[in-house]
Structures are given as structure tokens and as C-alpha cells.
């Protein structure tokens, strides 16, 4: 009897410790998958208004989600339909604790300088404006170095001698654009005359259009757009009044190769990329970081990138040619563009 107990008792003791081997593993598999899962960093983009036609966000949002995939990131694009919803968009992401929230624009300063020191231990970005905050990390481009190439372009190229300009809004981040135009048209170009007007708006194609219209009956045979949607207006305009223009951010040749001759080139899809895997490797900082030519955050189609589009004769190889030599000097400090903000 007591060899038969102690058979039993053995046999028992053994089963139990397999059933304990086998529920570790078990959990501990589930243990690491859940880790797995929750060590998932998580990224939202808040966009200060919808992407729309607009292919400065969208080319943005592109790059973003790109970066979410390659570096395994949970990514989230959030587009806002006015400053109101903007500002809860930002306070939702922040109460939804995602790991770093990026944003776009000066339309997202006020918002973020109210949001971003309520969080201290929170990381947040922001592209294509400067937000002083310990806890933002600002990227901005140095578009009057792209626009010095453009306006050097339209100084070589214009037959007329006059030139145009159709901008969005008359702010600080535009004289970027327009006073990096001057600089260049006036270096190859010191008697072509400069037109400049303001639509108002982001979103105003019509108005676009009048103000390319007005400055084509000036005389300006060469007009670039600078108003985002109001683009559309121009590019119009150009192609019923046969004058020529550029766009900007992503090569908006390909719309009408006819016309529409050059574009100046924002990398917003580059930086929005480069910002998700500097967070993810463990290199992101906070402060400000700018990208020009130098760093290929801007450029101009057929001079620093090439287009599917076919060069224009109004623009011409010759032309060319010269503005790529002029992008050099520019990269090694021989030509210095001013930028009108840090005057």
C-alpha cells in the first residue's frame, strides 16, 4: 500500500510540473507578442486643414506614411476642417497618448504654443515654420534658395522683360519666396521688371486667375504661382492667354508641359520621412533644423531634379545650364542668398 501511494504521489508531482512547464511557455509567448504590440511606437500627423488638392499636405502625408511602414511605426494622418477643430485634433492626439504628434505650417502656431508647453513630457514637430517650445522639434526649408533659382530661370528665359508673381498671402513666410525670386531674377536679369500680387487665400483659384490675367495684360510673358490652390488659377489663365508659369512643391509641369515650364521643389515628403526615422532610430532632437539646397529639401525641376515633362523652348538647355551652375554656387556659399526673415 504504501509502494502504491508513493507511485501515485510521484506520478501526480510529475504531471504537475509538465502542466507548469507548459503554461510558462504559453504565457510567455503571449507575454512577448503582447510586448511586441505594445512597444509599437505611434505617430499622428494633424494637418491645420484637409489635404485636398493641395500637394504640399499631400506629398507630406505620403512621405509619413512611408516612414510608418518602413520603420514600423502606427501611423495616423488627422486632417482638420477649421482652426477650432485643429486645436481639438492636437488635444485629442496628446489625450490618445501617441508617442510623437507632427504638424504643418504657421496656420498650426498659435494651437501648438498653447498645446505644447500644457505637455512638457509630449514630443511634438512641426514642418515649414519655427514654434519655440523646449519640447518641438522645428523643420523649415529654405525656400529662397529654391526661389533664387527660379527667379534666375525667369530673368533668363523672359522675352518681355517682365515678369509676375501670384501669391497666396502677403506673410513673412512668403517674402521667402518672393524676395528669393528678386535676388535671383535680379542676377541674371538687372533691368526685368517684377509683378507681385496677393490673392488672399489658400483656396482662391479664381482670384488666381484675375490677378494672372491682370499682370499678363502688364506684360509679363512668365508668371509663377505661389498661392497653392490659387495656382490652378494661373495655370489657367497661362494656358487660354499663352503666357508661361510655374508651380510649386511637386512637379506641376506634368499638368501642362506647354505652359506650365518650371516648378520649384519643397521636400515635404522627404522631411516628413526624415522626422519619423530620426523618432524611431533614437536620433530625433528638438529644435531647429532646416534643409536647402545643400540637404536636396529644395530645388527646381530640370536644374537640381529631372521632370517627365519635356524641357520648354521658352526656358531652353542653355538656360539650364546656367542656373545649375548658379545652384552650385549657392551650395558652396560663393552666391549668398539672403533670407528676408533673418534680416
Given at each position: ?27 510567455e509567448g503571449a507575454a512577448n507578442g503582447g510586448g511586441d ?307
Open positions: 500500500m504504501k509502494k502504491h501511494l508513493a507511485f501515485v504521489l510521484t506520478l501526480m508531482l510529475a504531471i504537475s510540473v509538465i502542466a507548469a512547464c507548459g503554461g510558462g511557455n504559453t504565457n504590440e505594445a512597444d509599437k511606437k505611434r505617430i499622428a500627423l494633424v494637418l491645420p486643414e484637409q489635404i485636398g488638392v493641395n500637394p504640399f499636405f499631400a506629398l507630406m502625408d505620403e512621405g509619413f506614411k512611408r516612414a510608418g511602414e518602413e520603420f514600423g511605426a502606427e501611423v495616423k494622418t488627422i486632417e482638420s476642417t477649421d482652426p477650432a477643430g485643429f486645436e481639438q485634433n492636437l488635444r485629442s492626439t496628446v489625450a490618445e497618448n501617441y508617442d510623437l504628434i507632427i504638424t504643418a505650417t504657421f496656420q498650426a502656431e498659435d494651437a501648438l504654443n498653447k498645446v505644447a508647453p500644457e505637455n512638457p513630457d509630449k514630443s511634438f514637430a512641426i514642418i515649414d515654420t519655427v514654434v519655440d517650445q523646449p519640447n518641438v522639434r522645428s523643420v523649415v526649408f529654405r525656400e529662397h534658395e529654391a526661389a533664387f533659382l527660379l527667379g534666375a530661370a525667369a530673368g533668363l528665359s523672359t522675352k518681355t522683360n517682365k515678369v509676375g508673381a501670384v501669391v497666396a498671402i502677403d506673410a513673412p513666410l512668403l517674402s521667402k519666396y518672393t524676395k528669393g525670386f528678386e535676388q535671383g531674377l535680379k542676377h541674371t536679369n538687372a533691368d526685368a521688371e517684377f509683378f507681385v500680387n496677393y490673392v488672399g487665400s489658400f483656396t482662391d483659384s479664381a482670384k488666381g486667375k484675375e490677378l494672372a490675367v491682370l499682370q499678363h495684360s502688364k506684360g509679363a510673358d512668365f508668371i509663377a504661382g505661389m498661392a497653392a490652390v490659387g495656382d490652378l488659377g494661373v495655370f489657367e489663365a497661362a494656358k487660354e492667354f499663352g503666357f508661361y508659369a510655374s508651380g510649386q512643391d511637386v512637379d506641376r509641369t506634368e499638368l501642362d508641359p506647354e505652359h506650365i515650364v518650371l516648378s520649384q521643389l519643397k521636400g515635404t515628403d522627404a522631411v516628413a520621412y526624415e522626422t519619423v526615422k530620426a523618432f524611431m532610430s533614437g536620433t530625433f532632437e528638438f529644435g531647429a533644423a532646416d534643409y536647402g539646397l545643400k540637404e536636396d529639401g529644395v530645388g527646381l525641376t530640370f536644374v537640381t531634379r529631372e521632370s517627365k515633362s519635356p524641357l520648354s523652348p521658352f526656358v531652353g538647355q542653355e538656360t539650364v545650364d546656367k542656373v545649375k551652375a548658379i545652384a552650385e554656387d549657392i551650395k558652396s556659399g560663393k552666391i549668398e542668398v539672403i533670407n528676408p526673415l533673418a534680416q
